[in-house]
């Protein structure tokens, strides 16, 4: 097996040139209000890196709140987090810190690479080794990790600037991408298709992720939406890389519908 960080970089390479969301440089940002944004840069992603058309809408409540200003505020949060003893350097630091991100990107790890071996039934148990945090603790790639039991840990604040993806050092420059996405990885195996190159990682668990998953993911997005203060475009990473030969082919079989409720649910709960 590949180290996990060569794994991490080198194994989830897609080969097939998709167009890429346009960027509007005077406005450092990508082109159009928010929501078209979002449609853009949430394209289905598919096997080997292929994006679906952009969305004509989004799942609910995502089509209503992303842009517009977070209407919850750190009290209600930090309520929840006490009700679900959950701590905020749990997800992603302190609900005080400022976020200046406004892309909020999801990967998955594409690690480990089963190879020719069938992807284990117990993934979403403890007893997957990869569902402990101390394998992860040296492999800071990210800002936030969430294991498939749905916990999360930081690696870096969402107030730290930390780059993830080919675009951010490659399209733009240092100074430009600085601070402007946070990033979080969402544990998920791959296997080889026996199809494909020698070596391959392009056939991921199935389903991709699991519900504690897309839960933590929600909180997270909640939490960095709300220090922040507007809720931020969610993005794969595989449709900002979009355009580059080298680009990564993550999340793969991320329900967007799925994590929509989740998100759903969660201010629902958080405005009672
Ligand atoms: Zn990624």
Known sequence: ??????????????????????????????????????????????????????????????ESLIGKPVQINADQLRKYLAAHKIAEDEIGGPISQKVTAKYFVIHDTSTPNYHDK??????????????????????????????????????????????????????????ESHGMFVHTELSQPRRADPNGHPGNDAIAADPGFTPAQYERLALLYVAASVEHGTWLVPAYHCCLDSGMVDGHDDPQNFRLDEWGKQVGSLVAGLNK
Not at 44 to 61: A, F
Not at 129 to 135: I, K, T, V
């Open 1 to 62: 097996m590949k180290s996990l960080v060569s794994s991490l970089i080198l194994a989830s390479c897609c080969w097939v040139v998709a167009t890429p969301c346009p960027f509007d440089r005077t406005k450092m940002e990508f082109a159009g209000t928010p929501i078209e944004q979002a449609k853009c840069l949430l394209r289905p992603v598919k096997r080997g890196g292929v994006l679906g058309d952009p969305l004509k809408v989004l799942p609910q409540p995502l």
């Open 118 to 175: 069938p992807i284990p039934g117990i993934i979403n148990t403890p007893e997957w080794p990869l569902n402990n945090f101390e394998r992860w603790k040296k492999m800071p790639v990210a800002h936030m990790f969430v294991n498939r039991m749905g916990q999360s840990m930081t690696w870096h604040p969402f107030s730290m600037s930390w780059r993830a993806t080919k675009y951010e050092s490659k399209t733009l420059t240092k100074d």
